[in-house]
């Protein structure tokens, strides 16, 4: 199969993968908000600051490390590849059953003393099972993107979501009466062996897939010098990534403390918390699939021009796919001012939900267009500086949270939020411009297509509202988003946003 067909077809299957998980993802928390209540809601996004941290540890740079190592191999041969895995396998599960071990010593302090709440406890303790066999995940999904046979961490994926949301659905509806406790273990504790599972399925796929790599090539590196490389890529994103999760983890433990502070019950606290972080970010997050498949897909493709020193295919790379960013990210945006609101009801039936979403509305264009931009970083070998701008970002992040929320309550943190997620934006993007020399088209790029959304809003629930008494509620909010999508669209045309050649570019720069 042809370079490009094959970049096509791995984000096709990404893309695919990742909107069928993000829509069994929000539905699965909106029934499990309906199950167990906001404010239990609270207490399980606690439980997931110390599961991002665990994560972060397990893992320690060597899924990105596994990627970047295999894709270079591969532009150079094949000779060092399966010592090269050995390597990271080891690295990896070294690191898994470390944080297991951790989290079977330290849980019950973590949750007693750092939560506040020793309903997390048994949660914690069920979370560091997984850590050894997300470590090895990691590797094996690591070495698939890098050979571009991504379908099959895309098939684990699925297996994951379907195993979680069977087991934990069984587990909650028998756990449930005990208490909100048993009912975050119950969540909890599935994720966890769905994780084992479908570990375990990557792994056999991994050794059928590698069979051809058993013979050992005599030209192949010398395992010291393998493991010189692999230490000095996934080590600095070790620690850069400890200190970035590290202050996420302590921001997350610090908001319901500083909503108390403001004069809000722990409760209410937990409640706000739990309604931003576990109903409304996954729906602004959901659309960003596609971007997400760019993102880990981008890295390979700009490891192996960076090895051939292909500057003017870099460039072209990153200029088509951020105005494709730009373009989709003011779209999304558009569709979520208008219809939060709606939204909000028909998903969780829940007006600060919609409320909410609108309130973001406007920060998805920074949010999606640096998950793009510190793929193409990574891809770069300019990994060190995008942990450093994620520190950076984190670190003011905590002294907002400590300064804003005991005064402001939740707004404060909204303005944490925004202040956050541009600061990053626009340090990663500044990065990248210097280390490319890339233009950015702000006109074409974003001017004009916030212009065509809002034309296409308005054009949109003009036609719908005669059609309105045909169709039952949300019937009507989907037909005006589709409508809204499709004028939207038309207008990027007919501004000259979107052009024919634009097509026939990005159709042509991976091939």
């Not at 502070?261 to 706000?272: D, F, I, Q």
Request: glycine letters at 8%; charged letters at 15%.
């Amino acid at each position: 199969m042809r370079r490009g067909k094959k970049f096509i077809l791995n984000t096709l299957i990404l893309t695919g993968t990742s909107l069928l998980l993000q829509f069994v993802g929000v539905s699965y928390s909106v029934y499990i908000s309906k199950k167990i209540g906001t404010s239990a809601m609270g207490i399980y996004q606690l439980i997931m600051s110390i599961f991002f941290f665990a994560i972060t540890l397990s893992i320690s740079g060597i899924g990105f490390c596994t990627t970047r190592m295999v894709a270079e191999e591969l532009a150079h041969g094949e000779k060092s590849l399966k010592r090269i895995m050995r390597r990271c396998t080891l690295y990896g599960v070294s690191f898994g059953t470390l944080t297991f071990i951790l989290l079977l010593i330290f849980g019950k302090h973590i949750g007693t003393v750092w939560l506040r709440d020793a309903r997390t406890v048994k949660s914690l303790y069920a979370l560091g099972i997984m850590m050894p066999f997300m470590s090895l995940s990691a590797v094996i999904s690591g070495y698939f993107t890098a050979v571009r046979r991504v379908f099959k961490s895309a098939s684990s994926q699925i297996m994951e979501q379907i195993l979680k949301i069977m087991i934990s659905v069984y587990a909650l509806n028998f756990l449930m009466p005990p208490g909100l406790e048993y009912a975050c273990l119950a969540i909890v504790g599935g994720g966890s062996i769905a994780e084992i599972l479908s570990t375990i399925y990557l792994y056999v796929l991994y050794l059928l897939e590698t069979r051809k790599y058993n013979a050992v090539n005599s030209k192949a590196k010398s395992g010291r010098h393998l493991s010189r490389k692999m230490f000095s890529i996934a080590v600095p994103i070790a620690l850069s990534s400890y200190v970035r999760s590290g202050l996420v983890t302590m921001e997350h433990i610090m908001i319901p403390i500083g909503l108390e502070k403001s004069g809000v019950n722990k409760r209410l606290a937990l409640s706000e918390y739990g309604i931003i972080h576990g109903m409304v970010m996954p729906i602004i997050f959901f659309p960003s699939a596609l971007l997400t498949s760019f993102a880990s897909l981008l890295i390979p493709e700009m490891a192996e021009c960076r090895e051939h020193n292909d500057i003017e295919q870099i460039r072209s790379i990153i200029t088509r796919i951020l105005k494709f960013t730009l373009l989709f990210s003011v779209g999304i945006a558009g569709i979520f001012v208008f219809y939060a609101e709606k939204l909000g009801d028909m998903i969780y039936q829940n007006a600060n939900v919609g409320h909410f979403i609108l309130i973001f509305a406007p920060l998805v264009i920074a949010m999606y267009l640096d998950t793009v931009v510190d793929g193409m970083l990574k891809g770069l070998n300019e990994q060190v500086a995008s942990m450093r701008y994620n520190i950076i970002d984190a670190f003011v992040s905590v002294v907002l949270v400590y300064i804003l929320l005991p005064v402001m309550g939740i707004w404060g943190y909204v303005v944490v939020i925004y202040i956050s997620e541009l600061l990053n934006m626009l340090l990663s993007i500044r990065r990248l411009i210097m280390v490319t020399s890339f233009k950015l088209n702000l006109m074409g790029w974003l001017v004009k297509p916030i212009i065509c959304v809002v034309a296409a809003a308005f054009l949109s629930g003009f036609i719908a509202g005669e059609i309105a008494s045909n169709l039952g509620p949300t019937a009507f909010i989907i037909v005006q988003m589709l409508l809204t999508s499709s004028f939207y669209f038309m207008f990027l045309i007919i501004t000259g946003s979107v052009t024919r050649q634009d097509f026939s570019r990005m159709r042509g720069i991976f091939v």
